[in-house]
Each structure stands twice: as C-alpha cells, then as structure tokens.
C-alpha cells in the first residue's frame, strides 16, 4: 500500500487540479466532495447507499462524539470504521468550529477552550493534544488541529492575536501525532479572518509544521460569496502546491466548482444533506423545491440526467407526496439524490480537468445555476 499522505497530481487545468490522497482506508480521488456525517451517521443513509451513490470519504465530528456517546466508547467498539461499519476513509473535523458554534459559555487560554455543553451543560476543556486524542480515538484517517474559528467581522488586532495562537495550538497538535503516526494524517487549518495579509502569516506560520495537508478555516462563516472568494483566491495559492488543499463547510455547487478553479482540493458542507431535508433538489437544471405544486402530478424523474436510485425508481409526484407527508423516506431519497449530484458532479470535475475542458463544465453548471441563487 502506498505511503498514507501521499498527494500524487496526476492533471492540471489552470490552477484546477487532479490527484489521489492515500490515507490508511484506501485512496481518495481529489477534488473530492465530503458527505457531512456529524454524528457517525450521514443522516437517513446506511453504508450501503453510501457506497452505491460512491461516497469516497465522510466527515465525522469530534465535539458531537465526543460529548455523545464518548470518543472512548468508540475507540471500544472498533473507531467509527467498526461502529458505523464505514470501510472507507473518514475525515473528522477537531471540533473547533463547533465549540465556538454550538457550545455556550467559551472561555479560550493559552491551555485551550473551555465551554459547556449544549446537551447538558456541563463544563468541558478542550486542548489541542485532547483534541488530537479524541480523533485518535474516533480511528480518524484525516484529522484536523484545534483551532479558533473567529467570527465574521471580528476586528483586525483580536485576529491577529487568534491566529498566532492557532499556530501554536497546531504545533502541540502535531507533537500531540507525530507525522507518520500509525498512517492517520494531521491536516493545519488557516485562519486570518478577512484580512489579506493575516492570512498569508497563518499560511506561513503553518507551513513551517509538516502537515500532510492545509485546511482554509474561517471562511463560510456568513461572508459574501465574493468575500469567500477574493480571501479564497489570495490564501490557496500560498499554500504548498504539492499537499491537498481543503476548504472547510462549502458550500453550493458553483463555491465548489469556484474553489477547484483556485486550486482547491477538498470540500465539505451540510448543504446537500440539509436542504434534502426540507425539500430543496439539487438538479442538472438548477435547484427546484419538490413540495412546488407543478410536481403534484409529475410523472417525470426528478432529474432526467441523475443515475441515483431515486431519479431510476420514482417520480416527482411520488417524491412531492412522501415530503408532503412528512414521511421518512423522503429524507432518504432527497439526500440520496442530493450527495448523488454533489458527487456525480466531482467525477465529471475530475474527468474534465484530465481533459484540459474544466471551464467547460464550469460554465455549464453556471448557467443552470446562475439564476437561481444556487
Ligand atoms: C454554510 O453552511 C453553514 O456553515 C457551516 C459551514 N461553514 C464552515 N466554516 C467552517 C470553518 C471552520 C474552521 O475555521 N475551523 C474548523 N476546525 N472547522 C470549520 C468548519 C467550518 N464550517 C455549516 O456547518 C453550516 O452551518
Ligand atoms: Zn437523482
């Protein structure tokens, strides 16, 4: 088996490139596309729907299995590849986003953060070597450092100060597991907030560490798409043209198809998996809502060009009707179309850069979704 955190390039396409990422689970096809299973579970789908929409790697979360049903639990039952029976790679995020997103009453030192719980309240601290352990523990193939997320909009000294704590934060991480360990990978994670030239310090900073890859953090934080974008084409090309690239919780298909266009190599985001939940469809024809009244007696597929077992076995008006009714299934099958068109659409990604025609596909997929607010 080849070396895990091997990064081979195998085509390039203006800054878009092509590669394989070997973890300990097997080999990753970048750009790639994350399915977002926060709580060892991509909601409604089991392993085999998984595997048959071609899920390459999933997203865990180390602050919702830490908290439920215990990281330690985990690492009893086998790590999530033996308790949620997953064979595939597993990335799982270091629970600094969460902590500074869902948890209440933070307080952050030099030591690390301490916060409640939002499931019952009790005080917790998390540092970055508890914060490696945990992801140790969860059998993680993809880790990420403990960082701090800072809020959109916070101003230039306060971040300022963040970062270089980040970067100090990381380097205990990376001690925390050394490089090579057990073939698990330790990926930085850039911070910097909206400011240029703060970002090109965390870059640098981080770079000093040998990760085996670099995450852009602090971006999908409620900015505009451009802002995302005019940090996004400043940061990923400072970043080492020979490790993956990863921006963190995004996003639409054309954030996406931007962030290849940049250089970007890995992406995750609970959007698919979100709006399958309340009835938004990701299609070939831009976004539509199935419990629109046009599709009450549509007999058509959901989506003509979609091969996933929703759009081959039912209609829209079957579709319309399960999500009408609030049944289960309509979770089920509006997640599986939804993943299916997100990954669907990184194997054509990934097959166009090879033939040198990505702004082709880019600029289809941009006129289906330009009008719609993607
Ligand atoms: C657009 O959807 C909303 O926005 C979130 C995605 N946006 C996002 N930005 C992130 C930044 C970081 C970071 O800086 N550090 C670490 N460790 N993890 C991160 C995870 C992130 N996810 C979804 O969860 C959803 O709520
Ligand atoms: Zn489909």
Known sequence: MTRPGTFNILARDGAARHGTLETAHGTVRTPVFMPV????????????????????????????????????????????????AWDRPVLTDSGGYQVFSLAGLREITETGVTFRSHIDGSPHLFTPEKAVQIQ?????????????????????????????????????CRDEHPIGQNGRLLFGIVQGGFYEDLRTISAQQLMEIP????????????????????LLAHTAPILPDDKPRYLM????????????????????????????????????????????ARFKEDDSPLDPECDCYACRTFSRAY???LYMARELLSYRLNTLHNLRFYLKMMEEVREAIGQGAFEALRARYRAAYEQSEQ
């Open 136 to 172: 140790q523990n969860l059998g993680s193939d993809i880790m990420m450092v403990l960082d701090e997320c800072v809020a959109y909009g916070t101003e230039y000294d306060y971040t300022a100060k963040s970062l270089e704590l980040t970067t100090r934060w990381a380097a205990r």
């Open 211 to 230: 990760f085996e890859g670099f995450a852009i953090g602090g971006l999908s934080v409620g900015e505009s798409p451009d802002e995302m974008r005019r």
């Open 319 to 321: 579709l319309r009707h």
């Open 37 to 84: 299973g926060t709580q060892a579970t991509v909601k409604s789908l089991d392993p085999r729907d998984l595997h048959d929409i071609r899920a390459q790697i999933v997203l865990g979360n180390t602050y919702h299995l830490y908290m439920r049903p215990g990281d330690e639990l985990v690492a009893r039952l086998g790590g999530l590849h033996g308790f949620a």
């Open 249 to 292: 919780g995004v996003g639409t298909p054309m954030d996406i198809l931007d962030g290849v266009a940049l250089g970007v190599d890995m992406f995750d985001c609970v959007l698919p998996t979100r709006n399958a939940r309340n009835g938004t469809l990701f299609t070939s024809f831009g976004k539509i809502n199935i419990k629109q």
